[in-house]
């Protein structure tokens, strides 16, 4: 079945620096792609959808310049943390759909800001 | 706005137990309902899916009818197993919405040996 990479799974880093977080379709094309917040014991909440090739569109309370969103091909979505703080540790999972596929989801990345 | 609102937990089963998860759902359109599971440090996985009234999901055991009349669509397994154990989400997505997924808080489950 259609399957979902991200990567990495687990970072840790001081506070300060700017994290990278991929996201890939492994066998179908991603027309968009979703990025979502889950902290522990709730629900998911969509930080943001991203579409290939258009700049991607924020929920209301999500800072653009915060988390750069970006989707240059079918197959890759990039979301980067910048200048992360400890506030910004969470569970971050991405999401893709394309023609006919529900969506699906990568196994996630957590980060932990130092 | 579209809500989704499923039963909190955690429930906690002894294994071969009858499991029951209540999902209800607000939408102005005609959503299409799943129910997704995560297991600990991982993402989310399909379970099943209904994408029109009376339409029943059915994935590995587990169950759910998609009943317009009562806006519902409960996750019902007749016997669970210990690898049950996990969360379970209910969800709609709704094309007048672009398709994003609605989700509810989530409901974990704890199934005992």
């Known amino acids: 079945g259609a399957v979902v990479s991200q990567h990495p799974s687990w970072v840790i880093c001081k506070s300060g620096t700017s994290v990278k977080i991929e996201c890939r379709s492994l066998d179908f094309q991603a027309t968009t792609m979703f990025w979502y917040r889950q902290f522990p014991k709730q629900s998911l909440m969509l930080m943001a959808t991203?579409?290939?090739?258009?700049?991607?569109?924020?929920e209301q309370g999500v800072e653009k310049d915060k988390f750069l969103i970006n989707h240059a091909s079918l197959t890759l979505s990039t979301l980067t943390v910048t200048s992360a703080h400890p506030e910004d540790s969470s569970f971050y999972i991405c999401s893709a759909t394309g023609r006919n596929q529900p969506q699906h989801f990568g196994d996630g990345t957590r980060l932990s800001i130092l | 706005g579209n809500s989704v609102t499923q039963m909190e937990g955690p429930v906690t089963l002894s294994e071969e137990a009858f499991l029951t998860i209540n999902c209800t759902y607000t939408a102005t359109g005609y959503p299409s309902l799943f129910w997704y599971v995560q297991y600990p440090g991982e993402g989310l996985q399909l379970l099943l899916k209904a994408t029109k009234a009376d339409d029943k999901g059915s994935n590995k055991g587990f169950e759910a009818t998609y009943r317009k009349e009562t806006t519902s669509f409960h996750l019902e397994k007749g016997s669970v197993q210990v690898s049950d154990s996990a969360v379970y989400f209910c969800a709609l997505s709704d094309r007048a919405a672009g398709n994003k997924l609605t989700f509810g808080g989530g409901t974990r489950v704890l199934v005992k040996p």
């Open positions: 991203s579409n290939e090739g258009s700049k991607a569109t924020y």
